[in-house]
């Protein structure tokens, strides 16, 4: 190979080792939770001690889909649409491998169950496949496509968490988005991220992320030729629920926004110190609100342009920190907000180690083996919460200082201001990058348009 030379070929191509990592992954996963499927009636299986436990098939036991109980259309809307709708797939091909309508005993119920656990967990792979694959296009990189997509493929948080919910339908939804974005399409990355929201609530915080970084650095036109699109699929995927039942559509989202203090918050750990709150989910929404209100309003009149990878991660990482609630399955958005900020090894390390810590203490606590009714080191739990916490603030304020002082900024080179930037890259100069810190250096030296994204 001569001395400048491209390397080209599988060995040098970051893709199909993260194709390959993360079917390991997924396919260890997968075992992981074999022994918490229940599969006889008269044996429950208590999966916090096995430390295996997943909403799939005790929801789907629980609202009765054996039975034809319909996931969209019902009384009460208990899942995003999008979710819903993957349920709803998930169940007809179940009836490949059992029956499906009223009248089903238990065990029949059963039977159905550990085929949709099945279906499921075929979804939530190819689901994980692409969040993989998107990082070859939103991690560092310099003349091809990122190892960073190594880092996720391989991840403990996902084996952990991955099969906990269906968190990785929005996951993947999200980083295809942000693809898209990468790659100076707007309309497309905003409709993309509209199907995220429609399947969970975190992307509604990373377009929220991504709109006020295309404002700040694109003007109020780029802005919106991202934000519109977003808007009108999200109003499209839920229209024929609004025009069947408002009030269920409403009553949805008004119970996320209004959640009491629940497992692994801060307001939980508050209440266990004897601090109760009332209200606890509208009075941690009122007040993510206006931090980000602040947030947004020094940025604009401090004239920041902050890197979109930055701003997503301290929304994301506040509006954990604020919740009422830590499901376990959050973790995977706190990976994805630390993977397209700050991309190290002490903040993944740090960050890894916490997760899967508190994966391992929540199960422990609802088991009761960590509570002090059963004489348990509860200490461990709050130290749990209180380790992870302390970690994700650390990397918020890493990410804000990045956008601060943008010179500290790692991921900012004079050809690349922003790995996902996109058209927000247009017209960036090297000077911005460290004009704060180091102004006499400063010389304006054009950056990449983003073509090497396509």
Not at 308 to 330: E, F, H, M
Request: hydrophobic share 50%.
């Amino acid at each position: 190979m001569g001395r400048h030379a491209k390397p080209r070929g599988l060995w040098f191509n970051p893709l199909p080792w993260a194709m390959l990592a993360a079917t390991l992954t997924f396919l260890v996963l997968f075992l992981r939770h074999l022994p918490c499927l229940q599969t006889d009636a008269d044996n429950a299986i208590n999966s916090y001690i096995r430390l295996c436990y997943s909403d799939i098939q005790s929801s789907f036991l629980g609202q009765e889909f054996a039975l034809g109980t319909p996931a969209l259309g019902g009384e009460q809307m208990l899942f995003s649409p999008l979710v819903a709708v993957a349920i709803t797939m998930a169940t007809q091909a179940s009836r490949l491998m059992g029956s499906v309508g009223p009248g089903q005993t238990l065990q029949q119920q059963i039977d159905t169950s550990t085929a949709f656990f099945g279906w499921t967990a075929l979804g939530l792979f190819l689901c994980f496949l692409v969040t993989a694959a998107s990082f070859a296009w939103l991690g560092r990189r310099g003349d091809g496509r990122s190892w960073d997509s190594l880092l996720i493929a391989g991840s403990p948080i996902v084996l952990a968490a991955g099969l906990i919910s269906w968190e990785l339908l929005p996951l993947a939804l999200t980083a295809l988005g942000l693809v898209q974005f990468a790659r100076r399409r707007l309309f497309e990355a905003g409709i993309v991220l509209g199907l995220a929201a429609s399947a969970g609530t975190m992307p509604i915080a990373i377009i929220l992320a991504v709109l006020v970084a295309a404002g700040l650095r694109g003007g109020a036109v780029t802005a919106l030729k991202f934000f519109l699109p977003a808007v009108v699929t999200v109003v499209g995927v839920h229209a024929p629920l609004l025009l069947d039942d408002v009030g269920a559509v409403y009553g949805y989202y008004h119970q996320e926004i209004n959640k009491e203090a629940g497992y692994g918050s801060l307001w939980y750990l508050f209440s266990l110190g004897g601090w109760e709150t009332r209200h606890t989910g509208s009075l941690a929404f009122a007040i993510l609100m206006l931090v980000l209100g602040l947030l947004v309003a020094y940025l604009y009149t401090a004239r920041k342009r902050p890197r979109v990878g930055s701003l997503i991660a301290v929304i994301v990482l506040l509006t954990v920190l604020l919740g009422p609630a830590y499901p376990p399955q959050t973790s995977l958005w706190v990976l994805l907000a630390v993977m397209l900020a700050r991309p190290y090894k002490v903040e993944l390390i740090a960050v890894t180690v916490t997760e899967v810590g508190y994966y391992l203490a929540i199960w422990g606590w609802l088991a009761g083996s960590l509570t002090s009714a059963q004489q348990g080191p509860y200490g461990l739990y709050w130290l749990a919460i209180i380790l992870r916490a302390s970690i994700q603030g650390l990397v918020a304020w890493e990410a804000l200082s990045d956008i601060v002082r943008p010179g500290r900024d790692e991921l900012r080179t004079p050809d690349q201001p922003d790995p996902i930037g996109g058209v927000l890259n247009d017209d960036e100069f090297a000077a911005h990058v460290g004009s704060e810190d180091s102004p006499q250096d400063a010389e304006p030296v054009a950056a990449t348009t983003g073509a090497e994204l396509s």
